[in-house]
């Protein structure tokens, strides 16, 4: 058997960061094999340069192995910073007054710049200001368009260029910055599959990048905001994909409301057939610990026993001691989480909502065939990959073997539920599918002689959106022969 035609023994995928401890190809390559199916690519950290090679690095494993891997580009976003600390900080005390405005002028245990006029337009009196990733917390007195005049809730050291976040208000900051514009053009010509946007507040923001995507990368919304919460079915809606961004999320949320956001999304992105990924701290103890503490592996499994498509690993893979082992436990956990008797019925508590199409009819209709006639697997051919995402929103208890011309679509599986793509020819006539689809299917171990296959499929073939057969065969073992 082929070795890049072997599938993962999962359904849902690994997500792997990218970063100083996993920067060339050997490293990459280890972490491939360990069962990374798509990597990240932080645009915040490093150079065109430095993030150019990474992206080549990814492509050569990817030519090694002859199995497609997602490469998923991450835009900085809005980043809104104070300016610097006489000294470099300051240590404020509870209950202090403490003033953010506009001077440029070094700040102190009474005052600091924040160099962002929007945060002065929207903020009002009662909300709160965070910096440094929450662990300082200010409430606003009085706001002008230069000056907000604060009480310090929960104190502590202030210090040059720390991040602040204003969760209770919508600041007016566009989601792409000139940075990620920059980051954005660079990452489509190197050829990314996936765009991820951050610190997203209102769907505008998704159709603005969209726009400027152009059909060049499927874009994938990052929930990090409030506002984006209060606005999610809308930004589900145009996004092509999301994730749960537990970082900034649980800075501007209190801890307690993450695992309920966290399960509101899932369930909102699973109903919508959007595939889902969950990230952030999933096995933070391995940056600096071979093994996760048993905390974090009842975390990776809720995510999978919810239905993510994938689980995605941070400072872990990127920076962390043991990148390798970190990769090698989130796919034993999913192992794990998916051989339990229980865990389809787990992952099709969300309904989800097949809506009035032909495609989505025939979809859902071949999870039920497979699920009834014990097949081992739902072959499909696609040019756009939507016949393989739908049959995969289904969660159906067999692989989908997503066979496609189209190498773009191959990669961007990477982070879908279920699906294993195989790039090939594309079939001009149904006889020529149905025998493809029994040959790849054998060739990637996913059937063997006996075996019964259903296969979905467009008639006319090529066109893109008319997925209207399902079909059922049975392997002879056969059709192997003369190839």
Not at 361 to 376: E, L, W
Not at 414 to 420: P, Q, S
Not at 421 to 435: G, H, K, L, N, Y
Request: aromatic share 4%; glycine share 8%.
């Amino acid at each position: 058997m082929s070795r890049h035609l072997q599938p993962r023994a999962r359904r849902v995928k690994v997500l792997a960061t990218l970063g100083p401890a996993s920067s060339d190809g050997a490293m990459i390559s280890q972490l491939h094999a360990a069962g990374a199916d798509a990597f990240r690519v932080n645009m915040s950290h490093g150079s065109h340069e430095s993030q150019g090679a990474l992206i080549a690095a990814v492509r050569a494993v990817e030519k090694a192995n002859g199995r497609p891997i997602a490469i998923l580009a991450d835009l900085q976003g809005p980043k809104l910073r104070v300016g610097r600390i006489t000294g470099g900080s300051a240590d404020l005390v509870k209950g202090q007054n403490f003033r953010f405005d506009r001077r440029a002028a070094a700040g102190d245990a009474t005052r600091a710049c924040l160099p962002h006029k929007e945060i002065f337009a929207a903020l009002r009196p009662g909300a709160r200001v965070l910096v440094d990733d929450g662990k300082i917390v200010l409430r606003a007195v009085t706001v002008t368009s230069d000056a907000i005049d604060c009480v310090v809730e929960v104190p502590g050291t202030i210090k040059d260029n720390k991040g602040v976040n204003v969760p209770d208000v919508v600041v007016p900051l566009p989601a792409l910055t000139a940075k990620d514009r920059s980051d954005l053009e660079f990452a489509l010509d190197c050829g990314v599959d996936w765009i991820a946007l951050s610190f997203v507040q209102r769907p505008e923001d998704v159709a603005e990048a969209r726009t400027l995507i152009g059909g060049r990368a499927a874009l994938l919304a990052k929930i990090e905001k409030p506002a984006a919460l209060e606005r999610l079915e809308e930004i589900l809606e145009i996004a092509d994909a999301v994730m749960v961004a537990r970082g900034d999320l649980g800075v501007e949320l209190p801890p307690q409301s993450v695992p309920p956001a966290q399960k509101r999304i899932v369930a909102m992105a699973r109903g919508l057939g959007k595939p889902v990924v969950v990230a952030t701290q999933m096995l933070e103890s391995m940056i600096t610990s071979p093994s996760p503490t048993r905390a974090e592996v009842s975390d990776v499994a809720t995510a999978i026993y919810d239905g993510a498509d994938a689980v995605m690993l941070s400072a872990e893979s990127a920076a962390g001691q043991f990148p390798v082992e970190a990769v090698t436990m989130m796919d034993a956990i999913a192992a794990q989480v998916e051989a339990d008797p229980g865990y389809y019925g787990r992952v099709h508590y969300t309904e989800v909502a097949t809506g009035r199409s032909t495609a989505a009819a025939i979809t859902a209709a071949a999870a039920d065939i497979s699920g009834a006639i014990g097949a081992r697997a739902i072959a499909c051919f696609t040019i756009s990959g939507s016949t393989a995402g739908r049959a995969a929103r289904e969660r159906p208890s067999v692989p989908v073997l997503c066979l496609t011309p189209n190498q773009t679509t191959a990669r961007r599986m990477g982070l879908v539920w279920g699906v294993h793509a195989v790039i090939t020819r594309d079939v001009a006539s149904f006889e020529e599918m149905v025998a493809k689809s029994k040959r790849m299917a054998l060739r990637s171990g996913l059937a063997k002689g006996g075996d019964p296959l259903v296969l979905i499929a467009g008639v006319p073939f090529s066109t893109p959106g008319t997925t209207n057969v399902v079909h059922v065969v049975r392997l002879t073992g056969s059709e192997l022969k003369g190839f």
